[in-house]
């Protein structure tokens, strides 16, 4: 099994949701995938000139030469796309969006209707083929990935891929801190580990793995509690004064 895992966030490997991916890409390694590890963040890679010159003037070739344009080749012929991003702003980052733009030259600007949705052809290679999401956000709650979900199962339909599934880590904002300061996530990080796993042997995610990745670590009021403390003692706030609110 071919696996590209795009790290789309900007921290890259030093990033919360990296902590995720690379526990996933042990485990898909263990079972004897082949995995290639891509930071988006360093890539030279240029925008989508949205004007669909991959479509109607040299049909599946880009116009730009630059590194997604060599990655959008592998990603053809890629069995699974592991598409890993913190949530921002509800969706993915923009270094994963400038990816995730390049990638429609895989796809013909001819329409079919597939189980009563429309979507472009693709060329028969694709099909057989998955994604999986790995996220984290910032927020406490789940809810924070609705959009980022949708988005991704969206992209994965467009490009006649099975959408596999989410593994989410809500308030992944503390998980490194989290683990300086003794909470136990081992459990968390296990269970990503045991994501690349499944995903090879069994080509699917376990609900008891996907739950174990996004169980609550603390409460809500402790989640709150925690972060602003932290960010008390890093900025010296005071008391009706909080940073970047401050009209005073
Ligand atoms: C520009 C920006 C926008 C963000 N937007 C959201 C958001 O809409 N919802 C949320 O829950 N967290 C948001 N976050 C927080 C990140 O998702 C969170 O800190 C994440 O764990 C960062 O992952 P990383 O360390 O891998 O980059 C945002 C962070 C940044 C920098």
Same mark, same amino acid.
């Given at each position: 099994?071919?696996?590209?895992?795009?790290?789309?966030?900007?921290?890259?490997?030093?990033?919360?949701?990296?902590?995720?991916?690379?526990?996933?890409?042990?485990?898909?390694?263990? #079972?004897? &995938?082949?995995?290639?590890? %891509? =930071?988006?963040?360093?890539?030279?890679?240029?925008?989508?000139?949205? /004007?669909? !010159?991959?479509?109607?003037?040299?049909?599946?070739?880009?116009?730009?030469?630059?590194?997604?344009?060599?990655?959008?080749?592998?990603?053809?012929?890629?069995?699974?796309?592991?598409?890993?991003?913190?949530?921002?702003?509800?969706?993915?980052?923009?270094?994963?969006?400038?990816?995730?733009?390049?990638?429609?030259?895989?796809?013909?600007?001819?329409?079919?209707?597939?189980?009563?949705?429309?979507?472009?052809?693709?060329?028969?290679?694709?099909?057989?083929?998955?994604?999986?999401?790995?996220?984290?956000?910032?927020?406490?709650? #789940?809810? &924070?990935?609705?959009?980022? %979900? =949708?988005?991704?199962?969206?992209?994965?339909?467009?490009?006649?891929? /099975?959408? !596999?599934?989410?593994?989410?880590?809500?308030?992944?904002?503390?998980?490194?801190?989290?683990?300086?300061?003794?909470?136990?996530?081992?459990?968390?990080?296990?269970?990503?580990?045991?994501?690349?796993?499944?995903?090879?042997?069994?080509?699917?995610?376990?609900?008891?793995?996907?739950?174990?990745?996004?169980?609550?670590?603390?409460?809500?009021?402790?989640?709150?509690?925690?972060?602003?403390?932290?960010?008390?003692?890093?900025?010296?706030?005071?008391?009706?004064?909080?940073?970047?609110?401050?009209?005073?």
């Amino acid at each position: 099994m071919k696996m590209i895992a795009i790290d789309g966030s900007p921290h890259g490997a030093r990033g919360n949701t990296a902590l995720l991916l690379d526990e996933f890409i042990q485990g898909a390694r263990a #079972e004897g &995938a082949d995995v290639e590890r %891509v =930071s988006a963040a360093s890539l030279n890679a240029e925008n989508c000139c949205g /004007r669909m !010159v991959c479509w109607y003037r040299t049909p599946g070739l880009c116009i730009h030469a630059d590194d997604v344009n060599e990655l959008v080749d592998r990603m053809a012929w890629a069995d699974v796309w592991v598409l890993s991003t913190p949530v921002h702003l509800g969706g993915m980052t923009e270094q994963m969006v400038r990816v995730m733009e390049r990638t429609v030259r895989l796809l013909s600007p001819c329409f079919e209707i597939h189980d009563s949705r429309t979507r472009h052809i693709t060329s028969p290679y694709a099909s057989g083929k998955s994604v999986v999401l790995i996220s984290t956000c910032g927020y406490y709650e #789940e809810t &924070a990935f609705s959009p980022l %979900v =949708s988005q991704v199962e969206d992209l994965s339909w467009s490009h006649h891929r /099975r959408f !596999v599934g989410a593994l989410l880590r809500p308030h992944g904002l503390a998980l490194r801190y989290m683990q300086e300061n003794g909470i136990d996530v081992r459990r968390v990080l296990d269970a990503a580990r045991i994501g690349g796993q499944e995903l090879v042997r069994d080509g699917a995610l376990s609900a008891t793995t996907l739950e174990a990745i996004r169980q609550p670590l603390l409460t809500q009021e402790e989640f709150v509690l925690m972060m602003n403390a932290a960010f008390e003692r890093r900025m010296g706030c005071q008391p009706g004064r909080t940073p970047g609110c401050d009209t005073g």
